[in-house]
């Protein structure tokens, strides 16, 4: 019983051995099929805008209506350097907190470095001073 047992496993390892080492002794690697191709350029130039999207409360009630947005892209979360313009946004309709605005701060806003967006609104839109969120 046992010696049956004991060549039943001797059979299966050589059996799993064999099947792993096929691939090794064939003369050739099955994961690759050729050189890697070149990357294929875009169709269309890229456009370095990009779209925000937020929530706006105040006093946790969520705000509806209009609002004077103004966006801001640093190279430091403080006493780093604007990149960019000012993006302002007048008018901008917030229904239930939710806003979007289309940015763009330029070709060569970003470059692979950390970049960070100071965002400033006035609710309604058109009056009073505005807070930095």
Do not use: H
């Not at 350097?81 to 239930?96: C, D, F, N, P, T």
Request: hydrophobic share 40%; glycine share 14%; with cysteine.
């Amino acid at each position: 019983m046992i010696r049956k047992y004991l060549v039943t496993v001797i059979l299966a390892t050589a059996m799993l051995l064999a099947g792993f080492a096929s691939p090794m002794f064939s003369g050739r690697a099955l994961a690759q099929q050729g050189p890697p191709e070149a990357p294929v350029a875009p169709a269309a130039d890229v456009s370095s805008s990009f779209t925000y999207q937020g929530y706006l409360q105040k006093n946790g009630t969520a705000i509806n209506g209009s609002c004077d947005f103004e966006f801001r892209l640093y190279n430091a979360s403080g006493g780093g350097s604007q990149i960019g313009g000012l993006e302002s946004r007048y008018g901008l309709a917030v229904s239930e907190g939710r806003f979007s605005a289309e940015l763009d701060f330029g070709a060569n806003a970003f470059d692979g470095q950390g970049r960070w967006l100071e965002i400033r609104v006035r609710c309604p839109a058109g009056g009073g001073s505005y807070a930095t969120l």
